[in-house]
């Protein structure tokens, strides 16, 4: 490489500026690996040492345990912390419960998906599909604190839903778990819809023509092209949906009395038991690790 | 035809239906924040500026918000050096372990907000570092950095590096390339991410729980007043606020990268 360098007639004969930068630079020119390394120290260091290495503490520490008279944590590690979460029913039942909320949420976007990303990739003019897509963007990314703060408001008894229903004689679905599946229906379904609309548009219209040619009526067209076309982009969402429900805490606060795995990892967290919560967040770490595999098995990555 | 323009007709509706579901809870905050009575009954009975005045004089409020305001820029900042040094990184250069840089960079916004919280109040814990505006800070870089990262690699995709080449080749230093060539063509991308990371770090509230101590962010202030069951409407004022300073940054976001597309939050 330098060899190379020397015998190009660019290579300067002492620069004729000569400053402390110039050289630097030039420096930097002639060596790409040194120039990468420096690009790549702060980036690097960064994840690996505030995050990767946060994790591998947090590994840690749930392995140690908490003295019950004293309140000092033992700095042993020992699998008690796990034991507990296999043994006690109540975690379990937590755990099945919080996984079991995920799904009905994931399902149930991807069904309200569906249809506003079929209009947004296939029906809409290119001036309207754009103005959809800021349109799905801009809740997203609205404060999601509020977001749920104002469902709190919508679904309280004297709120705006029953006051609406009331003409109809039947009730919201209240403070409660059915309220919060809608409400975490809610603040998960863009994550759902860009996706799937990204998968819908990539589809060639000739798939769908030769399928009309072939005699594939609308639906069985939709169920034979379009889904198996489409569906790693679904996976892709639902990646979404479901890690952002499994580790959320701030909704079923909101929402309900019930406790989900966020819940409990709060409650032990700090003073009560840090080795427990730390053992505990293991849990939604695993499934969604787990989640993603089966994700990139189903070639959900390269649709992201 | 006629079924076609049926489906076509109810695929209208649907998303009709769908853009209400996603925009009726956003327009009640607004209303809320007008509502004379300051309770969740509905329908409000009168509309006054009220709250607002109330909201401008609440000194707790306002510490929260000014607080949010430094700990989105400090995390920008960094997130807006590390994830554009990244992209240069992995874009201009083709080395070992190249797949896993992204893959790290997203790892920390797609594990559940809840893993990362814990991760980092334990550590901060376990070595004797003090919670606050620092340790929440570094918690919201870590997972803004990808979003300058996605920004930026996209930008340099589209931009050929013969560029870069052609002004080493007619003399250009790596600075002078860097500096007149490589950050014009970077910069609007480089401030979209920062937009979208300012905004994402302004309504955090999953992590920022985990690590903040006793500090105050403006959606921790939200959080601890959800239960003021006479002051609905101080708190929908706070969250109209909040909506704002995340979504008019998007907007202006969207706008920087419509050639890229890369703004979704992965």
Known sequence: MTTGARATPTDPTPAPTGSARRRVAAALQRRPRLRLGLLLAGPAGWLVIAYLGSLAVLFLNAGWSRDPFTGLVHREWTLANFGQLVTNPIYRTVALRTV???????????????????????????????????????????SYLIKAYSWRQILSNDGVLNWALSPLGIHGPGLNEVGLWLVLTYLWLPYMILPVFAGLERIPTSLLEASADLGGRGLMTFRRVTLPLVFPALVAGSIFTFSLTLGDYIAPSLITTTQFIGNVILANFGVPNLPLAAALSLVPLVIVTIYLLIARRLGAFEAL | MTSGALGRALLRIATGAVLFFMYAPLALVIIYAFSDTGTTAWPPTSLSLKWLEIAVANTGLRDAFLTSIAVALGATVIALLLGSLAALAVARHAFFGREVVSFVLIFPIALPGIVTGMALSTTFATIGLPLGVLAIIVGHATFCIVLVYNNVIARLRRTAASQEEASSDLGADSWQTFRFITLPALRSAMLAGALLAFALSFDEVIVTIFVAGGVKTLPIWIFQSFRLANQVSLVNVAGLVAILLSVIPVYIATRLTRDTGAIGRT
Do not use: D, K, N, Q
Not at chain 1, 104 to 128: D, E, G, H
């Open chain 1, 100 to 142: 079991g909320m995920a799904i009905a949420v994931t399902v149930t976007c991807a069904l309200l998906s569906f249809p506003v990303a079929y209009y947004m990739a296939r029906v809409a003019s290119p001036r309207v599909r754009g103005l959809l897509v800021v349109a799905v963007l801009m809740p997203l990314w609205s």
